[in-house]
């Protein structure tokens, strides 16, 4: 028997930052998947970050995960999403290579240190029964080989029992061209834990050399792009590659209806529930019936191939009816395509199993991330598999885990939406699920986290300094502006021309930046002395732009701090492990049967529980101490 300190299960988004974590920390890591060609494979769409999504990747990055890395080493075109709106909703995504990411993931794996690679299929858990608790002591795979291990990171993703289907046809499979894994799910049953299925889709690839691109709206990306890691070792994209806007019309809906009745969607062939947030064509024809089209993406694979993917078009219809409604888009008329979209039905686990730290309530030494978890995402997969693999290495060391709170990191929103509330579709982040989104920006993600990477030993020195030297920047900044007079004569023609009004006496520079359509770039050609305090302290753009972030929202996140400073005293009050809910009376039914259930560590966590209401809080706070 092969043995390894950690065995993850999967090389997916989630697998591979769980690896590379573990490994990189010291950990003794096996890798277990079934291709080595396609590590962090992007199933679904090119593309990495998005809104909210953008976030949790540059998080990734600030504690020292690759995501970030790889997104930048490997982009066609970046873009800040909503650019137009307060920082707060700032979200960056980036079009990708898929065939170069995949490679660039492979390439940074077989290259980390404590970490090996072994292709095949995970069948069995092995189990240790005969203790106090249960607890991991090994891996069996298809080809019947053995690996004894302590801990054991589960990121099958769609695989587990997968079943593909495109109208009358349905095959197994954890992804087109791949099979399907079984074992792992029935192994879990007979330890007790709960298990459900989930549904997910993609739509069809098409060939470029088929589309009439003149036909379609184009999509640049920014002018300026910026990149996903706070490293020096990426740049922003050169050479971006366009994307392409189309149009669905009242005569593709009526073809698309036509294939409603074979929908194995629609005819409860699958059963699985489906993303919201996400759906298929079909179910934008059901759910909005009275819009007459829908906006379609069309995005490139990559620079070397004549591939794109129909962003908005995943669908599970009949593939004739799909291509013959494909056939009535602008632009569309005569394409060819490399595969109809699909749907795939998988097993998850129900993430109230869990502990914060990843880790099953049921086994020691089990952890689960990504998918397996009802979520859905690369970035969301990603962030759950970095945690994981960090929280193995850590409990194999006898140290405590990494648990980051809701007003961390959307990593920690995240994490505790799961474990805590459950899922009852496939989880998708969003920046509304996040209570403290003003203290959690996508540019201050280094300044949130950065600090913890490097104590955890994922950050290395080179950009810890990095780091350093560009809080020590904003902080300069921020304090000049504070100090630093303007009078009125100074500066008053500038406000005009941007719609402010005029200065009847000085005023220090900070106040005149939380004025609207005031920037520092704009103030360093009107202002001598902005630009020379700029120029020769030599403060970045990224530092500039985070200093003016922090003195125009500065009362706002003044009152998110104080807010998650006085919720975070619930978070301090512990609820013994084995409390028994059934004695409390006082607590409604339903509160006892989730409490019973979910067996929250504290009472912050108890309050997030759907059906826990404040009248219950009071009791438990009565009952553990105020």
């Not at 060939?207 to 990306?221: K, N, P, S």
């Not at 995402?377 to 809701?406: C, D, F, S, T, W």
């Not at 125009?552 to 701090?561: A, D, F, N, T």
Request: charged letters at 25%; a neutral charge.
């Amino acid at each position: 028997m092969l043995e390894y300190d950690l065995v993850v299960i999967g090389g997916g988004h989630a697998g591979c930052e769980a690896a590379a974590a573990a490994a990189r920390l010291g950990t003794r890591t096996l890798l277990l998947t079934m291709d080595m060609t396609k590590m962090a494979s992007m199933s679904c769409n090119p593309a990495i970050g998005g809104i909210a999504k953008g976030q949790i990747v540059r998080e990734i990055d600030a504690l020292g995960g690759q995501t970030g890395r790889i997104a930048d080493l490997t982009s066609v075109q970046f873009r800040m999403l909503n650019r137009s709106k307060g920082a707060a909703m700032w979200s960056p995504r980036a079009q990708c290579d898929k065939t170069r990411f995949s490679e660039e993931w492979r390439r940074t794996l077989e290259n980390t240190r404590n970490l090996y690679i072994w292709q095949d299929a995970a069948t069995e858990l092995l189990v240790d029964t005969a203790g106090p608790a249960p607890r991991i002591r090994g891996v069996r795979t298809r080809m019947g080989v053995e690996f004894a291990c302590r801990a054991v990171v589960l990121t099958a993703g769609t695989f587990l029992d997968g079943m593909m289907h495109c109208g009358d046809s349905h095959a197994e499979g954890g992804r087109a061209g791949d099979a399907a894994s079984h074992g792992i799910t029935q192994c879990l049953k007979k330890l007790g834990f709960e298990t459900g299925r989930m549904k997910t889709g993609t739509p069809a690839r098409l060939d470029a050399r088929t589309i009439d691109f003149e036909a379609l709206e184009i999509q640049e990306g920014d002018a300026k792009p910026e990149k996903f890691s706070f490293s020096a070792d990426t740049h922003p994209v050169e050479e971006q590659l366009p994307c392409f806007l189309v149009y669905t019309s009242p005569e593709v809906h009526d073809i698309l209806r036509r294939g409603f009745d074979r929908s194995p969607l629609f005819n409860g062939t699958i059963r699985g529930i489906g993303p919201r947030y996400c759906p298929s064509i079909e179910d934008k024809l059901r759910t909005f019936a009275e819009k007459e089209q829908h906006q379609l993406f069309l995005e490139p694979e990559g620079r070397t191939t004549n591939e794109y993917y129909l962003n908005g078009f995943s669908s599970s219809l009949p593939w004739e009816i799909q291509l013959e409604a494909l056939h009535r888009i602008r632009g569309l008329e005569d394409v060819h395509v490399f595969r109809p979209g699909y749907a795939i039905e998988y097993d998850y686990f129900p993430p109230t199993q869990l502990h914060h730290s990843l880790e099953t309530k049921l086994v020691k030494g089990l952890y689960f991330a990504g998918q397996v978890n009802g979520t859905t995402g690369y970035e969301e997969a990603a962030a759950q598999g970095l945690m994981a693999g960090i929280n193995a290495h850590r409990a194999l060391k006898g140290e405590e885990p990494v648990v980051l709170k809701r007003d961390e990191a959307y990593i920690g929103v995240l994490i505790d939406d799961l474990v805590t509330k459950g899922v009852d579709e496939p989880y998708r982040m969003f920046t509304s699920r996040a209570e403290y989104r003003i203290l959690l920006r996508q540019d201050n993600a280094d300044l949130r986290l950065t600090p913890l990477g490097h104590a955890i030993g994922l950050v290395t020195r080179k950009n810890h300094e990095n780091f350093l030297r560009k809080k020590s920047a904003v902080e300069s900044l921020v304090a000049f502006a504070r100090e630093q007079s303007v009078k009125a004569n100074e500066i008053n023609d500038y406000l005009e021309s941007v719609g402010s009004d005029a200065l009847t006496q000085g005023r220090k520079l900070n106040d005149i930046l939380m004025r609207n359509g005031v920037t520092f770039e704009s103030l360093r050609k009107v202002l001598p002395k902005v630009d020379r305090f700029i120029t020769t302290n030599e403060i970045s753009a990224e530092a500039v732009e985070e200093a003016e972030i922090q003195i125009k929202y500065r009362g706002y996140i003044e009152r998110e701090k104080f807010i998650a400073e006085k919720l975070h005293r619930l978070e301090n009050i512990a609820i013994p492990a084995d409390f028994d809910y059934a004695q409390m009376n006082a607590l409604t039914i339903e509160a006892r049967q989730k409490l019973a259930r979910i067996r929250p560590a504290t009472i912050g966590q108890a309050s997030r529980i759907p059906g826990v209401s404040p009248a219950d809080v009071n009791v438990l706070l009565v009952k553990f101490g105020r």
